[in-house]
């Protein structure tokens, strides 16, 4: 290479332009000024981008700390580097490629002063923001978004609404003078409520908005979102410096494109204003992170802005064989009219370079098992056959969650994995119990915590003890440390725990005794050295597990040492750092969703990469599994924002189609499209629940399959097959009930069993004492006042209002509350709402029964309960529930009281005592607004449906089957979340 060359011709040999299409070598020899680059999956963009920086360097002379490089992920930056790495001959340190957060991050700390930032501003974690609104959360103008029942409600929503109002650009500012507008609007038409609601909300928007902005600005920290707006503020209101990083930035390069937000790309716009030197690569059908679908939006305004540019578009796909491709155009092509192709007439059918490979294989299945049990089999033949190596075999997830299954038939055919998903390091059983003991050190009453410490390996209880002594502790209303005390201290003095084995005494002696001495230590020392010591005095553990030799120990200590880290960042963090200030601290990371990734295992073998569809843009495999295609899954549901950026502040075109359903077909044409040269297509009929799932319309798009005919599904083995009625992990034979004694069941019974079998257990089984919630206490308070009333009733008195609400504040508990603030308001609510009661309560005649029980016999158990109230006069009867939650309106009471199961069973309850149906049902909502009744008639035809239900639970516990059914929504209202080994946290179900 000549050292001088500027020009380059064909002819030319330049480092790295060998091998390179006509196309793309115009695109990476493209002169000054804006360059657009189109073009689909495969075809050489990011090796454009690689070549180009290369060129820019080596050819034009450009000095490498010129070049900025921006991409979408860490790791495609890292990728990116490797790769200018290898084309440029020497050191090129100096080049700056990294995502839009690290560019922003880097020049926001660079130029902090000017900001008036401290320059070590906190960046915070989503978890960490959470958390920071959860202090501040009544310092905000809070009405409609903070109800008190559950005042963390609409935290996540909201802090999601102010990311993406950072996305489009639309400071607080901006956002006050939009719902300005609204409120002005709505005064000018007072007849339309629904204006006037909606000005009302958006005004405590960006009341809230602002107000967060204010608080985090004071505290010195920043979220993710303020990256780009504060560099956008940057670079706006300080000519200077956008001057000096023009002349700095002399050429930038952007991939993936198409998925840059707004704010991003005013970024680019402002650094690029004098030179206009800008590279972009994009693709619109492979847009997956816009906000609303927005995927064309960027292009056409990038062809808006720099209306000189000139379009590269690339054809030749390098990637994949003729099959994936044909299949994948397929699908894409419905997406019109909302793609670039369609309307600005650019050809963006593949052609492929390579010759005719395998056809894409799709195959189904009876279960999800048999699915992942077949997607292992195969891979194992693939590498077998040497088709492949396991490094380039790819199986592809819409979800996290959805991998379990693939990771168990994996590990049964003892191939190595690597799960790009795997955070969970809260969910490893290691942390749990150090996190388990260090709760017990701030808190010796947690008695979930003690519960499974006390199980643990390391202290090794019996579960037969730890249930009787749970359930005294349950009994008598005291906690699990309290009453291993007595255990230990007197024993023998308590007849009721006279069950418990020498083994489970020895055991809780030596819990309480390591509890005890620690306790000690705790208020001298850091948290850090307190969990150290006690890993290692257990010399079954810790000391274990560091000389182990096998690859899941060693995993163990990885993840021991991450969690280290943690304590290590509380400490630096913290005023002082103690075990009392940690576990706050964790507990609220944790319920604000944070969950890090564990450590990575031994890295001897390579192993078949497991990761979501999201995370594989941009990366390609010999061989791709596409799982779990069933519509519901994928296309997933449409889960729209809680609470949406309203349209007229969105500064992006939108898409006319369903933009949901357009972006899950173009993640699936991402997805198809990482394939070199196999593809499959899997999925099953049944996913655990007990609807059918039907095949996902993307197959029938992808394979021109006939729309009406589905094939017969593929049976599993009958090896299979009968390993699924193996007995699953929680199963414990011997919780299960004899036959011949009935089961005592209720409404709360059924409904947990159904919910979770594993929370039954921990409820009604175990019985481990936990801490009541405050909604609990609230609703408990409230329904003893109003049974009080309604018993003065039937007596023939009327209670004043002031003993109604003496006896509400009579049974009043603190505890559980979120701050005294809460506490206080929560009251005050609870006092407004029994006022308002009051005021019509005495309207209705008397009721003819309050807190009746009931009982009767199904098959051979036993179902009983209570109604708060029934009303019997003239022939007609009214069974009634009281709510102490909130509904929006009577047509919501409606629906709760139609879809109610708990007055489903009432009503069979009521049919089974006098054998008819009662008239109606109710449920009466006490809100602080007035009594909101809803009403329904139950049928016939919902009271055998009451039946299977009873059924099912009563079948299940006899069996004793308690497998953890675990989702996104049990499990965050379930106390047994901390403990619970198959807990589902937040955010799990995003990529
Ligand atoms: P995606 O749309 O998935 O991001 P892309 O357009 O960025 O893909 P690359 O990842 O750059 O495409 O390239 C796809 C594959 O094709 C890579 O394996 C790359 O090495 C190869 N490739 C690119 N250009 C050529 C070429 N001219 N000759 C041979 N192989 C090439
Ligand atoms: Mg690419």
């Given at each position: 290479?000549?050292?001088?060359?500027?020009?380059?011709?064909?002819?030319?040999?330049?480092?790295?332009?060998?091998?390179?299409?006509?196309?793309?070598?115009?695109?990476?020899?493209?002169?000054?000024?804006?360059?657009?680059?189109?073009?689909?999956?495969?075809?050489?963009?990011?090796?454009?981008?690689?070549?180009?920086?290369?060129?820019?360097?080596?050819?034009?002379?450009?000095?490498?700390?010129?070049?900025?490089?921006?991409?979408?992920?860490?790791?495609?930056?890292?990728?990116?580097?490797?790769?200018?790495?290898?084309?440029?001959?020497?050191?090129?340190?100096?080049?700056?490629?990294?995502?839009?957060?690290?560019?922003?991050?880097?020049?926001?700390?660079?130029?902090?002063?000017?900001?008036?930032?401290?320059?070590?501003?906190?960046?915070?974690?989503?978890?960490?923001?959470?958390?920071?609104?959860?202090?501040?959360?009544?310092?905000?103008?809070l009405h409609y978004f903070r109800p008190l029942g559950n005042p963390m409600r609409h935290v996540q929503s909201l802090l999601q609404l102010f990311s993406r109002a950072k996305d489009e650009d639309v400071g607080p500012e901006q956002y006050a003078s939009y719902a300005e507008e609204l409120a002005r609007r709505a005064m000018a038409s007072p007849d339309d409520k629904a204006l006037a609601e909606r000005a009302e909300r958006e005004v405590e928007i960006a009341r809230t908005y602002h107000q967060y902005q204010e608080l985090m600005a004071r505290n010195g920290k920043l979220d993710f979102g303020d990256l780009m707006t504060r560099t956008l503020a940057l670079l706006r209101e300080h000519p200077l410096v956008l001057q000096r990083l023009q002349e700095r930035f002399r050429y930038i390069l952007v991939d993936e494109f198409q998925d840059t937000n707004y704010a991003q790309f005013q970024i680019v716009k402002l650094l690029t204003a004098s030179h206009r030197n800008v590279t972009v690569v994009g693709d619109d059908d492979q847009s997956i992170f816009k906000f609303r679908g927005a995927s064309?939006?960027?292009?056409?305004?990038?062809?808006?802005?720099?209306?000189?540019?000139?379009?590269?578009?690339?054809?030749?796909?390098?990637?994949?064989?003729?099959?994936?491709?044909?299949?994948?155009?397929?699908?894409?092509?419905?997406?019109?009219?909302?793609?670039?192709?369609?309307?600005?007439?650019?050809?963006?059918?593949?052609?492929?370079?390579?010759?005719?490979?395998?056809?894409?294989?799709?195959?189904?299945?009876?279960?999800?098992?048999?699915?992942?049990?077949?997607?292992?089999?195969?891979?194992?033949?693939?590498?077998?056959?040497?088709?492949?190596?396991?490094?380039?075999?790819?199986?592809?997830?819409?979800?996290?969650?959805?991998?379990?299954?693939?990771?168990?038939?994996?590990?049964?055919?003892?191939?190595?994995?690597?799960?790009?998903?795997?955070?969970?390091?809260?969910?490893?059983?290691?942390?749990?119990?150090?996190?388990?003991?260090?709760?017990?050190?701030?808190?010796?009453?947690?008695?979930?915590?003690?519960?499974?410490?006390?199980?643990?390996?390391?202290?090794?209880?019996?579960?037969?003890?730890?249930?009787?002594?749970?359930?005294?502790?349950?009994?008598?209303?005291?906690?699990?440390?309290?009453?291993?005390?007595?255990?230990?201290?007197?024993?023998?003095?308590?007849?009721?725990?006279?069950?418990?084995?020498?083994?489970?005494?020895?055991a809780a002696t030596a819990i309480l005794t390591d509890l005890h001495r620690y306790l000690e230590k705790a208020v001298r020392e850091v948290t850090g050295r307190i969990l150290y010591e006690f890993l290692m005095e257990q010399p079954g553990y810790g000391k274990r597990l560091l000389h182990s030799n096998s690859p899941r120990d060693h995993q163990r200590v990885g993840n021991l040492a991450l969690f280290f880290g943690l304590v290590q960042r509380f400490g630096e963090v913290a005023p002082q750092d103690r075990v009392a200030g940690f576990v706050p601290y964790l507990t609220m990371l944790i319920e604000a969703g944070e969950n890090p990734p564990v450590a990575e295992g031994e890295a001897a073998e390579e192993g078949v990469a497991v990761l979501t569809l999201h995370k594989a843009k941009g990366l390609e495999y010999e061989a791709v599994f596409l799982v779990g295609l069933v519509e519901k899954r994928f296309p997933?549901?449409?889960?729209?924002?809680?609470?949406?950026?309203?349209?007229?502040?969105?500064?992006?075109?939108?898409?006319?189609?369903?933009?949901?359903?357009?972006?899950?077909?173009?993640?699936?044409?991402?997805?198809?499209?990482?394939?070199?040269?196999?593809?499959?297509?899997?999925?099953?009929?049944?996913?655990?629940?007990?609807?059918?799932?039907?095949?996902?319309?993307?197959?029938?798009?992808?394979?021109?399959?006939?729309?009406?005919?589905?094939?017969?599904?593929?049976?599993?083995?009958?090896?299979?097959?009968?390993?699924?009625?193996?007995?699953?992990?929680?199963?414990?034979?011997?919780?299960?009930?004899?036959?011949?004694?009935?089961?005592?069941?209720?409404?709360?019974?059924?409904?947990?069993?159904?919910?979770?079998?594993?929370?039954?257990?921990?409820?009604?089984?175990?019985?481990?004492?936990?801490?009541?919630?405050?909604?609990?206490?609230?609703?408990?308070?409230?329904?003893?006042?109003?049974?009080?009333?309604?018993?003065?009733?039937?007596?023939?008195?009327?209670?004043?209002?002031?003993?109604?609400?003496?006896?509400?504040?009579?049974?009043?508990?603190?505890?559980g509350f979120i701050s005294r603030e809460h506490e206080e308001r929560r009251l005050q609510e609870g006092r407004d709402a029994l006022t308002r009661f009051h005021a019509v309560a005495g309207i209705r005649p008397p009721p003819t029964s309050v807190e009746k029980r009931f009982s009767f016999q199904l098959d051979d158990d036993i179902v009983t309960g209570f109604l708060d109230r029934v009303d019997e006069r003239e022939g007609e009867t009214v069974i009634i529930d009281y709510k102490s939650s909130s509904v929006r309106d009577h047509k919501a009471a409606d629906k709760g009281a139609r879809e109610s199961q708990q007055l489903a069973l009432y009503a069979l309850a009521y049919w089974k005592s006098v054998g008819r149906l009662p008239d109606r049902v109710e449920l009466h909502f006490l809100t602080s607004g007035g009594v909101i009744v809803g009403h329904a008639v139950k049928k016939e035809k919902e009271l055998d449906q009451a039946i299977d239900r009873i059924r099912e639970a009563a079948i299940g516990i006899r069996g004793g089957l308690f497998q953890a059914k675990p989702s996104q929504w049990v499990c965050d209202f379930c106390a047994f979340r901390t403990i619970c080994p198959a807990t589902v946290w937040i955010g799990e179900r995003q990529g």
């Amino acid at each position: 290479m000549s050292d001088q060359t500027q020009t380059i011709s064909a002819s030319t040999p330049v480092t790295g332009l060998a091998g390179l299409n006509a196309a793309q070598r115009a695109a990476v020899t493209h002169g000054d000024g804006p360059l657009l680059i189109i073009a689909g999956a495969g075809t050489g963009k990011t090796t454009v981008i690689a070549h180009r920086i290369a060129y820019l360097i080596t050819v034009k002379r450009v000095r490498p700390e010129q070049v900025l490089a921006l991409t979408f992920t860490e790791k495609a930056a890292a990728e990116m580097e490797r790769r200018v790495d290898l084309l440029v001959p020497y050191g090129f340190t100096d080049t700056w490629i990294s995502t839009f957060h690290a560019f922003g991050d880097r020049v926001l700390r660079d130029h902090a002063l000017v900001l008036g930032l401290s320059p070590d501003f906190r960046l915070l974690t989503a978890a960490e923001q959470v958390i920071f609104f959860q202090e501040h959360l009544f310092e905000f103008p809070l009405h409609y978004f903070r109800p008190l029942g559950n005042p963390m409600r609409h935290v996540q929503s909201l802090l999601q609404l102010f990311s993406r109002a950072k996305d489009e650009d639309v400071g607080p500012e901006q956002y006050a003078s939009y719902a300005e507008e609204l409120a002005r609007r709505a005064m000018a038409s007072p007849d339309d409520k629904a204006l006037a609601e909606r000005a009302e909300r958006e005004v405590e928007i960006a009341r809230t908005y602002h107000q967060y902005q204010e608080l985090m600005a004071r505290n010195g920290k920043l979220d993710f979102g303020d990256l780009m707006t504060r560099t956008l503020a940057l670079l706006r209101e300080h000519p200077l410096v956008l001057q000096r990083l023009q002349e700095r930035f002399r050429y930038i390069l952007v991939d993936e494109f198409q998925d840059t937000n707004y704010a991003q790309f005013q970024i680019v716009k402002l650094l690029t204003a004098s030179h206009r030197n800008v590279t972009v690569v994009g693709d619109d059908d492979q847009s997956i992170f816009k906000f609303r679908g927005a995927s064309i939006s960027n292009i056409l305004s990038f062809r808006r802005e720099f209306p000189e540019a000139e379009t590269v578009v690339l054809v030749e796909n390098y990637r994949s064989t003729p099959s994936v491709l044909g299949a994948a155009y397929r699908l894409i092509q419905h997406n019109n009219p909302d793609r670039l192709e369609y309307q600005e007439g650019i050809d963006k059918r593949l052609r492929p370079c390579s010759g005719d490979g395998p056809a894409v294989e799709s195959m189904a299945f009876q279960t999800y098992q048999e699915e992942a049990d077949w997607v292992a089999g195969k891979v194992e033949e693939l590498v077998e056959a040497n088709a492949c190596a396991l490094g380039s075999i790819a199986i592809l997830v819409r979800r996290n969650s959805d991998a379990d299954p693939l990771l168990r038939a994996l590990n049964m055919k003892g191939i190595p994995w690597s799960f790009s998903g795997a955070r969970g390091l809260y969910d490893r059983e290691e942390i749990r119990l150090v996190v388990s003991f260090l709760r017990l050190l701030a808190d010796p009453h947690d008695s979930l915590s003690l519960f499974h410490l006390a199980g643990s390996d390391i202290y090794g209880m019996p579960a037969a003890d730890l249930t009787l002594c749970n359930a005294y502790a349950r009994r008598k209303h005291r906690s699990l440390y309290e009453v291993l005390l007595d255990l230990t201290r007197r024993p023998g003095a308590v007849p009721e725990l006279s069950g418990v084995s020498t083994e489970g005494v020895a055991a809780a002696t030596a819990i309480l005794t390591d509890l005890h001495r620690y306790l000690e230590k705790a208020v001298r020392e850091v948290t850090g050295r307190i969990l150290y010591e006690f890993l290692m005095e257990q010399p079954g553990y810790g000391k274990r597990l560091l000389h182990s030799n096998s690859p899941r120990d060693h995993q163990r200590v990885g993840n021991l040492a991450l969690f280290f880290g943690l304590v290590q960042r509380f400490g630096e963090v913290a005023p002082q750092d103690r075990v009392a200030g940690f576990v706050p601290y964790l507990t609220m990371l944790i319920e604000a969703g944070e969950n890090p990734p564990v450590a990575e295992g031994e890295a001897a073998e390579e192993g078949v990469a497991v990761l979501t569809l999201h995370k594989a843009k941009g990366l390609e495999y010999e061989a791709v599994f596409l799982v779990g295609l069933v519509e519901k899954r994928f296309p997933s549901i449409d889960r729209r924002e809680a609470i949406p950026l309203p349209d007229e502040l969105i500064k992006e075109t939108l898409p006319s189609g369903d933009f949901h359903l357009q972006e899950e077909r173009r993640l699936f044409y991402v997805g198809m499209t990482r394939a070199k040269r196999y593809l499959f297509l899997t999925r099953a009929r049944d996913y655990g629940t007990k609807r059918e799932w039907k095949r996902s319309r993307f197959l029938v798009e992808a394979l021109a399959l006939p729309k009406e005919e589905e094939e017969r599904p593929w049976r599993g083995t009958p090896e299979a097959a009968i390993g699924r009625y193996a007995p699953p992990l929680h199963t414990a034979n011997d919780l299960a009930v004899r036959a011949d004694t009935p089961l005592s069941l209720s409404h709360y019974k059924i409904d947990d069993y159904l919910t979770c079998p594993l929370k039954y257990k921990y409820v009604h089984i175990l019985r481990v004492p936990v801490l009541r919630d405050h909604t609990v206490i609230y609703g408990a308070a409230l329904h003893r006042a109003v049974q009080a009333y309604n018993t003065h009733r039937i007596a023939g008195q009327t209670m004043s209002l002031e003993d109604l609400i003496d006896t509400f504040e009579a049974h009043w508990v603190n505890e559980g509350f979120i701050s005294r603030e809460h506490e206080e308001r929560r009251l005050q609510e609870g006092r407004d709402a029994l006022t308002r009661f009051h005021a019509v309560a005495g309207i209705r005649p008397p009721p003819t029964s309050v807190e009746k029980r009931f009982s009767f016999q199904l098959d051979d158990d036993i179902v009983t309960g209570f109604l708060d109230r029934v009303d019997e006069r003239e022939g007609e009867t009214v069974i009634i529930d009281y709510k102490s939650s909130s509904v929006r309106d009577h047509k919501a009471a409606d629906k709760g009281a139609r879809e109610s199961q708990q007055l489903a069973l009432y009503a069979l309850a009521y049919w089974k005592s006098v054998g008819r149906l009662p008239d109606r049902v109710e449920l009466h909502f006490l809100t602080s607004g007035g009594v909101i009744v809803g009403h329904a008639v139950k049928k016939e035809k919902e009271l055998d449906q009451a039946i299977d239900r009873i059924r099912e639970a009563a079948i299940g516990i006899r069996g004793g089957l308690f497998q953890a059914k675990p989702s996104q929504w049990v499990c965050d209202f379930c106390a047994f979340r901390t403990i619970c080994p198959a807990t589902v946290w937040i955010g799990e179900r995003q990529g």
